[in-house]
T-cell receptor
């Protein structure tokens, strides 16, 4: 079984400060990991993903995430937060041992990021 | 490209009524998915399809049916709506090119209220 935990329901950060949104996962095999962002009354937008290779993944809007296999984590980071980054962020995982045709993503419960001017 | 579109955007039903939600994608993706989003619970997979004419159950399939008669469309049906089905429904699609590593792209959602 695959699972994702986002331990913080809400993260507050001042504009211009670095931000981190935490994600930990559990899979049987190796993980494929994704971050999505959801703005109010909108669908989810893809930010970045880790499939294989470099542990530091760069994505859209200046976001990046670091895959840490020993800590089973995939935290989302940005060096300098913008007010426009305020949104709901979802981490998702897929186990590479999922059966053929089973490409289901398991999502975390989401973390609300508020960037304070 | 419009990407993934969903109709309707909003709907209010009475308990026991039926309805169909339509999802369409113009990216020629093989896989399509229906999720529901409830506060504090993230997204949960209802049903998915890996190709035209094939569907499979996800995490929370009870009370829903789906059909994929055309590659670009994926329909979600509620035969007898219940208040517990009040939720925001999202459709997504992905390509088979990268296998399980491919990205899912989401529609804008349908907000359904069952009274």
């Amino acid at each position: 079984a695959q699972s994702v935990a986002q331990p913080e329901d809400q993260v507050n950060v001042a504009e211009g400060n670095p931000l981190t949104v935490k994600c930990t996962y559990s899979v049987s095999g190796n993980p494929y990991l994704f971050w999505y962002v959801q703005y109010p009354n909108r669908g989810l937008q893809f930010l970045l993903k880790y499939i294989t290779g470099d542990n530091l993944v760069k994505g859209s809007y200046g976001f990046e995430a670091e895959f840490n296999k020993s800590q089973t984590s995939f935290h989302l980071k940005k060096p300098s937060a913008l007010v426009s980054d305020s949104a709901l962020y979802f981490c998702a995982v897929r186990d590479t041992r999922s059966g053929a045709g089973s490409y289901q993503l398991t999502f975390g419960k989401g973390t609300k990021l508020s960037v304070i001017p | 490209n419009a990407g993934v579109t969903q109709t309707p955007k909003f709907r209010v039903l009475k308990t026991g009524q039926s309805m169909t939600l339509l999802c369409a994608q113009d990216m020629n993706h093989e896989y399509m998915y229906w999720y529901r989003q409830d506060p504090g619970m993230g997204l949960r997979l209802i049903h998915y399809s890996v190709g035209e004419g094939t569907t499979a159950k996800g995490e929370v399939p009870d009370g829903y049916n789906v059909s994929r008669l055309k590659k670009q469309n994926f329909l979600l049906g509620l035969e007898s709506a219940a208040p517990s089905q009040t939720s925001v429904y999202f459709c997504a699609s992905s390509s088979a090119r990268q296998g399980a590593g491919d990205t899912q792209y989401f529609g804008p959602g349908t907000r359904l209220t069952v009274l």
